[in-house]
């Protein structure tokens, strides 16, 4: 089964910049659009960035995303106290015809 | 909006049919997702329909004993759920879209003896 790998978990402080990485492989993010999500336990998750680098209505421009290659990252600056929740990447991969989720990062806000 | 039904608790071996209810868009223009999320673990897509009805595709953790099915005119989507295992235990979330926009709030389904 196709694998996306994201760190297990980051941290920083307030108003902070952080970057949490997704990688894949040339069948899923090397040949299609990457999504990325925030998921507070207990609640539905949120979706943050679309195609990429795209941001549905409502999302602060604080969190930007990019792809190069068969990596995908997103950045969140001007960290805030309630960032602080899992954040997930997704794709579809062509090999196998499946969505594909990275494990999930746990942002902690110091 | 998104709403699941039908969760619940079931023995190994057993069936549960979940049902998502979908409102303010149009729910035959979009395709349709199953993701979970099982105690402690990430999420994990489960299933994909398209707006027809006529692709369809599963995860390989249940390809075989799983059915997504759609009914355009109730605006209701369906996962047909069979001879369920303990690794099945999870919270099953309905979602629209390719770009998987909307959550609901998902069913728990749990799979114990």
């Known amino acids: 089964q196709p694998e996306l790998t994201q760190p297990p978990s980051t941290s920083a402080t307030p108003g902070q910049r952080v970057t949490i990485s997704c990688s894949g492989s040339t069948s899923n993010i090397g040949t299609n659009s990457v999504t990325w999500f925030q998921h507070l336990p207990g609640t539905a998750p949120k979706l943050l960035i679309y195609y990429n680098d795209q941001r549905p209505s409502g999302v602060p421009d604080r969190f930007s995303g990019s792809k190069s290659g068969t990596s995908a990252s997103l950045a969140i600056s001007g960290l805030q106290s309630d960032d602080e929740a899992d954040y997930y990447c997704?794709?579809?991969?062509?090999?196998?015809?499946?969505?594909?989720f990275g494990g999930g990062t746990k942002l902690t806000v110091l | 909006q998104v709403v699941e039904s039908g969760g619940g608790l079931v023995k190994p071996g057993g069936s549960l049919r979940l049902s998502c209810a979908a409102s303010g868009f149009t729910f035959s223009s979009y395709n349709m997702n199953w993701v979970r999320q099982a105690p402690g673990r990430g999420l994990e897509w489960v299933s994909s329909i398209s707006g027809s009805g006529s692709d369809i595709y599963y995860a390989g953790s249940v390809k075989g004993r799983f059915t997504i099915s759609r009914d355009n005119a109730k605006n209701s989507l369906y996962l047909q759920m069979n001879a369920l295992r303990v690794e099945d235990t999870a919270v099953y979330h309905c979602?629209?879209?390719?770009?998987?926009?909307?959550w609901g709030q998902g069913t728990l389904v749990t799979v114990s003896s």
């Open positions: 979602v629209r879209d390719a770009n998987l926009d909307h």
């Open positions: 997704a794709t579809w991969d062509d090999s196998v015809n499946v969505r594909v």
